[in-house]
C-alpha cells in the first residue's frame, strides 16, 4: 500500500496544495503549529477511521470556510486507485474509484494505514481498556467475523447486565439468566480465543521490534491476561456477586495485556523512553501483522515520535523499517542515512515545500 499524491482544499490549517511522498520514508517537518500533524491526519482519513486525535468532522473544515476537500492517490492491490473525501455541514464524505461510500466508515479495508501519535504511549500507561481496544481494532481490520462477534458480546453483556440489575426486584427472572450466560460464553469465549491467537503472533513481532529499538538490552514482555480461565464456569460461580453489584464481573471485557519490559511492569516501572518505545513496537508489530494477514503492508504514520527517544532509538526508527511507506512528523529534518528512498517535506503556515535529500548526509 503507498500514497502516490495526496492534495487538499481548506483542510484544517492547509489552504490548498498537493504533495508526492516517496515509497519509503517521508520525514514532514518544521516547526510547532505549522501543520504536520494535520498533513498526517488528512492522510489517516482515508482509511475509515476517526481522526486519531479525535477531532469531529466539523472541525477538520478550515475556520470561516463551508467546505474541505482531500484526494488521494494510491496504489493498492496492484493498481493505482483514487479516493476523495469532502467535508461539508460537519459531515464526511468518501468515495473511492468514483463510487460513493454510504458512509466514511464503509470505505474501510480500502485504504490502511497504522498511526503512532503522542497520545498512544497511554497504551502502556493507562488502563485496560485502552489496551483492549488496540487489540480490538488491529482484529476488526482484519477479521471482519471478529468485528460482528464483538458488537453480539456487547450488546448480550449490556442485556445481561440489564437483567442482574433488575432480579433483585424481579426474582422469577433469574431463570432467564442461564440463557444469557450461555451466550455470553459462548460469544466472549470466541472473542477471548482469537486474542490469544492474534497476540501470540504480534508479541513475537513486537519483542523483536522492541529489542532492536532498544539496541537489544531490553525486553519486552506482553502477555494476555484473563478475568476468568474457563467463562462458563466463571458466570456461574460469580453469578450471587453479579446480581449484588448489577454488573457482569468476568469476560473478555474484563482482560487485560500485560506489559513488561525486562520482566517489570511498565506501567509502573518502565521511563518514559521506554514506554514509548513499548507502544511505538506494538503499533509497528500490527502494522506488520496487518502486512501478512492483508498481504500488503499498510502506510505508516508516525506523528511526533521523536521527542524522548534518544539518538540510538531515532536511528532504529530511521534505517530499520524498510518494508513501509512511512510519515514520519518532528521538528528537525533528520537525515535518513545511506539510502536513497527518502523524501523530505518542510511545512510552514500550512504550505507543504519539498526540500532536496542529500544521500549520505
Ligand atoms: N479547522 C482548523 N482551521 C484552521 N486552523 C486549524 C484548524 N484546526 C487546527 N488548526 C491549526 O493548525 C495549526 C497546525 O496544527 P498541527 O497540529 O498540524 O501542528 P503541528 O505542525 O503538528 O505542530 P506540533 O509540532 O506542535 O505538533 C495549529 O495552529 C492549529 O491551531
Ligand atoms: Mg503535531
Redesign the pocket.
Known sequence: MNVRQMSWKN???LDEGSFCPCGGLNIIY??????????T?GIWLFTGGKSF?G?KDQ???????ESAVLKLDFFSEEREQKAEIKITGGKRYININSVEKKSYRSARGKFCAVVFSPEHISLVSGGPALRRNFIDSALCQIKPGYAKALSEYIKTLNQRNTLLKDIPAHAQLLDTLGIWDEKLSRCGTYIINERLRYLDALKISAEKIYSCISGEKEKLGLKYVKSAENLSDALSSSRRYDIMSGFTSCGPHRDDIEITVNSLSAKAYASQGQKRSAAIAMKLAEAEEAGSFLGENPVVIL??VMSELDSDRQGYILNSLEQFQVFI?C?EPYIKKNSDTAKLFK?EG?TVSEKIYFKGQ
Open positions: 483542510f484544517r490549517n518544521g516547526k510547532n503549529a505549522q501543520g504536520k500533524t494535520n498533513l491526519e486525535r477531532a472541525e477538520l473544515t478550515e475556520t470561516g470556510k506523528d511526533d512528523t521538528c511545512v500550512g
